[in-house]
């Protein structure tokens, strides 16, 4: 299988929010565990989905698939909720 070569660099933007380490479904993204910091971990992991580029608040995220300028960030307040849904 083809896989990508992506390139990921954070910025000292980063306010630590741990959001990109949450919605990465490849655990590409990790605290470190002595200082805590948010760092790119195994990068050959990557499947360039784009979400921890567009989840990140500061723009502290870099992710070399996705320019600033192809980012799209969601608002959180517009996801549904599980009380928007009646079974
Ligand atoms: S692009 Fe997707 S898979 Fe790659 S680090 Fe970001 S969230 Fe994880
Ligand atoms: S989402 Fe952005 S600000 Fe938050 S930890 Fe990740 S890189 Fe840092």
Sequence with gaps: MHSMQFNIRISSNCINCIRCVAVCPSHV???????????????????????????????ALHHSAYPTEKIHPFKTEDCPTSESFVL
Excluded: D, F, K, Y
């Design 29 to 59: 993204l990790v605290r470190n565990s002595a200082n805590r910091m948010v760092e790119v971990g195994s990068l050959g992991r990557c499947i360039g989905c784009g979400q921890c580029a567009a989840v990140c608040p500061t723009h």
